[in-house]
Structure formats: structure tokens, C-alpha cells
């Protein structure tokens, strides 16, 4: 007789697909499986391979006896299940080590939970990750989390024609500009929330510390060119006549790591301009303070900062004071472990938000 029993959702990595067996091979924690997908479904799934989960039932009988059960993979975009088979094991069944109960512990925020919330006509998102650079290092999972964050706009209500997602080599600072300059005005109403999400490297200018998104083909060097101002950013956003903006920044602007980049011959840690004059219906939410840096988990394979926010979504947190206060001490501990500080920052400070700036209805 098992201990006890669970529902469990782990994050699954899909390798190629065999077309003659029709079967996908993959790895969870470790274990190669296979899973049964018809060839007429195969290219859809290959191109959001990293939207997909395996949910099923875990069983614990003892230590060296731990049994997932009724495995299926789960495409985030088209909700349609494939079933697992692990070699030599019967369909729908996967033998693992000991070693999967602390995956199996946390829950897997790549399942995109259904919020039941009833559509959001007025509401516009852009969402921005840039993981792989034009001659600068990488910022580890910002597309795959902004992919992922797009998924969670839509089930918070988001309609798709007003979602935004610009990735990696299509994020350059024209495409950014005509998003937010362009596009992003002639599409608002009054009662419209709008949030804007970046990830991927920030950097400060070190003359004037003045703090600049970087774009796919941003030049630490040359930032008054090829950057993006969040100043600008402040101000573009904050002129439009809407009900609430929302800024969130999973980036950096101190040069010293992380998701942060730095002029050539410059010394990390420029002091970077915190004068920020914001519109009345605005507030930032950013992944650091100060010098700080915006650090990944390799575990995860998620930006800490973005990983805790949408998983203040999944626990049911509903205003972005909410979240804030949710994942501040999550944060701080997960960068400790990591041998870092970062500690998330909210600007108005909470105190003067009760009640506003709701991203769950």
C-alpha cells in the first residue's frame, strides 16, 4: 500500500521526433521516455516544444519506490494531451529515482493555470525577452520566460490580437520603438490596463547613469544610439490617456552581471540615475535594487524574479502590491542560495497602492 499519493507537474524536455515510431523522445528528471504524437501534430508541437508540461499522479511507497502514474504531456498553447511511455514500462507509466521528490515539490509554473477570468477586450500587453545577443553575452531563459509570460496574459483575459511578443533577434530597437510609440497608442482606450514586461540585459550609460534597455542589436558602447531609454520608456507609457499601466523589468542596470552589460573600459557598478518621475496611474515593478543583479536559476531554468511573479499568479495573488510582498522574501532567498543579493522593487512604494493596479480581476 502506497504513503501517500499527489498530483504532480514537472517541466519536460522534448528531443527529436522519430516520424516511423511516431514518438517524440524526451527527458523528465533525468528518465528518457517517449511520447506518442501523430505526424500531423508533431510540427505544431516542435514549434513551442518549450510551452509543454507532464502532469499525472505520483505515488510513494518507500524511498527506492516512487512511481509517476497516468503520465501525460500537456501542449500549453493547444491544451491537447500525448501519452508518455517509458522503455520497458507500460503506456502511461514511468518508473524514477529517489531523486525526483524535490523537482516533484515544486510545482511547475509552465502549467498555465486556467484563472476563469472573463476576457479583457481593452487591455494591451508588450511583452520583451532577448536572451541571445548580437555581440554580447546571452541573459539565460528571458525568451522562453516572456514567452511564458505571454501565455499568462492570455489567461488572465488578455485577447491575442492586443499581445504583443517580440523575441530575441526580431526585438531591435526600431521593432521596440514601433511597439511602444507606434503601435502601442493606437490600440488604447481609456479603461485600457496596460503592462509591459522586458527581459534580457539593461545597462547604464556611464557619463550620465542614465539606464537603457538593451535591444537585440544594442551597443553597450554606444547607448544614446543604439539603446532604449527607460526614461523614454517612462514617458511614452506614461502619456498614454489609460486607466493603469504596469511596468515589469526583469533586467539590470548596474554593468556589474547578470542581466546587465557594460560599456567597454568601464568600471561596473555606475551609479545609476534613481530620479524616476512617474504618471499617477503607473507603477514599476523591477527585479533589483541598486547595484544589484538580475540572476537565473539553472535549476528553474527561469529568471528568479520572473519565476516568483508568474508563480504569484499560480497561488492566487491579485495586485501587484500582493505580488510584490508575496515574492520579495522568495526572491531574496533563492539569490542568496545562489550567493548573490537581489531583492525586488516597487516604485510608488506600496504603501500608496492599496487597492490599485490589479492584474487578476
Known amino acids: 500500500m502506497s504513503k501517500w499519493r499527489q498530483d504532480y507537474s514537472l517541466p519536460v524536455t522534448l528531443g527529436s521526433y522519430d516520424a516511423d515510431r511516431k514518438v517524440f523522445a524526451a527527458s523528465i528528471a533525468g528518465e528518457k521516455v517517449f511520447i506518442n504524437v501523430p505526424r500531423e501534430k508533431a510540427i505544431a508541437l ?30 500549453e498553447v493547444t491544451k491537447e494531451r500525448f501519452i508518455l511511455n517509458g522503455i520497458g514500462a507500460p503506456p502511461k507509466t514511468i518508473e524514477t529515482a529517489a531523486s525526483l521528490i524535490p523537482t516533484v515539490a515544486t510545482v511547475s509554473i509552465n502549467a498555465i493555470p486556467d484563472f476563469k477570468i472573463a476576457p479583457r477586450p481593452n487591455d ?20 522562453s520566460d516572456a514567452e511564458l509570460v505571454k501565455e499568462y496574459m492570455r489567461a488572465l483575459g488578455f485577447a491575442q490580437r492586443n499581445i504583443v511578443l517580440i523575441l530575441n533577434e526580431r526585438a531591435t530597437k526600431s521593432r521596440i520603438e514601433t511597439a511602444i510609440e507606434g503601435w502601442l497608442p493606437n490600440r488604447v482606450k481609456n479603461d485600457s490596463r496596460i503592462v509591459f514586461y522586458y527581459s534580457g540585459h539593461g545597462a547604464p550609460e556611464p557619463k550620465t547613469g542614465e539606464a537603457y534597455i538593451v535591444p537585440f542589436d544594442g551597443d553597450p558602447n554606444y547607448l544614446a ?38 560599456a567597454k573600459g568601464a568600471r561596473p557598478l555606475v551609479m545609476v540615475k534613481d530620479t524616476v518621475f512617474l ?8 527585479a533589483t535594487q541598486g547595484s544589484q543583479i538580475s540572476s537565473s536559476s539553472p535549476e528553474k531554468m527561469h529568471g528568479i524574479f520572473t519565476y516568483y511573479f508568474l508563480k504569484a499568479l499560480q497561488d492566487g495573488k491579485r495586485t501587484i502590491v500582493d505580488i510584490y510582498q508575496y515574492i520579495k522574501p522568495l526572491i531574496e532567498d533563492e539569490a542568496r542560495s545562489l550567493n548573490v543579493e537581489q531583492s525586488p522593487n516597487l516604485n ?14
Open 279 to 286: 504618471s499617477r496611474n503607473m507603477v514599476v515593478l523591477t
Open 225 to 262: 544610439t543604439s539603446g532604449y531609454p527607460l526614461k523614454r520608456l517612462y514617458e511614452k507609457l506614461g502619456a498614454l490617456k489609460v486607466h493603469e499601466t504596469i511596468i515589469i523589468l526583469d533586467s539590470c542596470f548596474s554593468g556589474s552581471g547578470g542581466r546587465s552589460v557594460l
Open 348 to 361: 510608488p512604494p506600496h504603501d500608496k497602492l492599496a487597492g490599485r493596479f490589479i492584474l487578476r480581476k
Open 124 to 143: 494591451i500587453a508588450i511583452v520583451i525577452g532577448i536572451e541571445n545577443y548580437q555581440g554580447i553575452p546571452k541573459s539565460d531563459h528571458s525568451g
Open 46 to 75: 516542435q514549434g513551442h516544444k518549450t510551452l509543454v508540461h507532464v502532469e499525472g499522479k505520483l505515488i510513494y511507497h518507500d524511498a527506492e519506490n516512487i512511481r509517476l502514474t497516468n503520465a501525460v504531456l500537456i501542449d
